[in-house]
């Protein structure tokens, strides 16, 4: 009886590794590749094909390679680039591809690490290509996007001819600097000149401030000159003016002339107590102290 039992069980056990190796479930997100022998038979879930679910093969004598249907990125080494004016750039760069053809793939790459070493060393060698050609302005700023979209089409190109199976979705440019022993001399010579720069500047300030000092100071000096003249100028209007109008007033009145101009003397000098003065008490000088402008002689 037990080894009635051990009979089925040993059976039992056959037929499921029997089933495990003659059904397979094939996802949608991948293809699958029946190899026989080492020589690939069919492809099942190809690209632009529907055909995900459970499938057969003969057990023992053929094996599956499954290939992912998706999108797939990948980022190659830096590599240190020289452009057309002989500069080092360090390039960073990624490509996204998918698998186009599984059986040309397989028979072309094997499996994916080959696929990735392979896809590595070609789009290098574009960029290689493609940068070499142009200066290191052109990669930094002003051609990257158009170096990208060649980068791309001459991939797309290589990839074809090398059978590889892909197909060549994008292609791009993450980073381009100098090299880390270069960027410490650039950054030298960057900040020497802006030095430079600057000092030609203050250079240029302060001779243009000097020189508008300079006119300020002679535009003073003239506008000064022009009003001391104008004011002496009005000076001597007005003193001769004066003179004038005294001489009419004088003119007029002689006797009242010669009475204010007395009272203006007086005022003059007797203005301060502390004065003192010397003088014959029948000087002119006193004449109005003894009589008025309009009254008679001394007697």
Request: proline share 3%.
């Given at each position: 009886?037990?080894?009635?039992?051990?009979g089925?069980?040993?059976?039992a056990?056959g037929?499921?590794?029997v089933v495990?190796?003659t059904?397979?479930?094939v996802?949608?997100?991948?293809?699958?590749?029946?190899?026989?022998?080492?020589d690939p038979e069919?492809?099942i879930?190809a690209p632009?094909?529907?055909?995900?679910?459970l499938h057969?093969?003969?057990?023992?004598?053929e094996?599956?390679?499954?290939?992912?249907r998706?999108n797939?990125?990948?980022e190659v080494?830096?590599e240190?680039i020289?452009s057309?004016?002989?500069q080092?750039l360090?390039?960073d760069?990624f490509i996204?591809?998918?698998?186009?053809?599984?059986?040309?793939?397989?028979r072309?790459?094997?499996?994916?690490r080959t696929?990735?070493?392979?896809?590595d060393?070609?789009?290098?060698?574009?960029l290689?290509?493609i940068?070499?050609?142009?200066?290191?302005?052109?990669?930094i700023?002003?051609?990257?996007?158009?170096?990208?979209?060649?980068?791309r089409?001459e991939?797309?190109?290589r990839?074809?001819?090398?059978?590889?199976g892909?197909?060549?979705?994008?292609?791009r440019i993450k980073?381009?600097?100098?090299p880390?022993?270069?960027q410490?001399?650039?950054f030298?010579?960057?900040r020497?000149?802006?030095?430079?720069?600057?000092?030609?500047?203050?250079?240029?300030?302060?001779?243009?401030?000097r020189?508008i000092?300079?006119?300020a100071?002679?535009?003073?000096?003239?506008?000064?000159?022009t009003?001391t003249?104008?004011?002496e100028?009005t000076?001597?209007?007005?003193?001769a003016?004066r003179t004038?109008?005294?001489?009419?007033?004088?003119?007029r009145?002689p006797?009242?002339?010669?009475?204010?101009?007395?009272?203006?003397?007086?005022?003059?000098?007797?203005?301060?107590?502390d004065?003192?003065?010397v003088?014959?008490p029948?000087s002119?000088?006193?004449?109005?102290?003894?009589?008025g402008p309009?009254g008679?002689?001394?007697?």
């Amino acid at each position: 009886m037990n080894r009635r039992w051990l009979g089925w069980i040993v059976l039992a056990v056959g037929l499921l590794i029997v089933v495990f190796n003659t059904f397979f479930i094939v996802d949608q997100r991948e293809s699958a590749i029946v190899v026989r022998f080492g020589d690939p038979e069919r492809v099942i879930n190809a690209p632009g094909r529907s055909e995900a679910g459970l499938h057969m093969k003969q057990p023992f004598v053929e094996d599956v390679v499954r290939l992912d249907r998706r999108n797939l990125g990948q980022e190659v080494d830096q590599e240190e680039i020289i452009s057309s004016d002989q500069q080092r750039l360090v390039v960073d760069a990624f490509i996204r591809y998918r698998i186009g053809d599984p059986l040309q793939f397989y028979r072309t790459l094997r499996d994916e690490r080959t696929a990735t070493d392979r896809i590595d060393r070609l789009l290098n060698s574009t960029l290689r290509d493609i940068l070499g050609s142009t200066t290191q302005t052109e990669i930094i700023s002003t051609r990257r996007a158009e170096l990208m979209q060649a980068s791309r089409i001459e991939m797309q190109r290589r990839a074809k001819a090398a059978r590889f199976g892909v197909q060549v979705i994008d292609v791009r440019i993450k980073r381009a600097d100098l090299p880390a022993q270069i960027q410490a001399s650039v950054f030298r010579r960057m900040r020497t000149a802006r030095e430079q720069i600057a000092a030609q500047t203050r250079a240029m300030g302060e001779q243009q401030k000097r020189q508008i000092m300079a006119t300020a100071d002679k535009t003073v000096t003239i506008t000064l000159a022009t009003a001391t003249e104008e004011a002496e100028t009005t000076r001597g209007q007005g003193d001769a003016q004066r003179t004038r109008i005294f001489a009419q007033a004088y003119g007029r009145d002689p006797a009242f002339a010669a009475f204010y101009r007395s009272m203006q003397a007086y005022d003059a000098s007797l203005a301060n107590g502390d004065t003192t003065l010397v003088i014959a008490p029948d000087s002119d000088f006193f004449k109005y102290f003894e009589r008025g402008p309009g009254g008679a002689g001394r007697r």
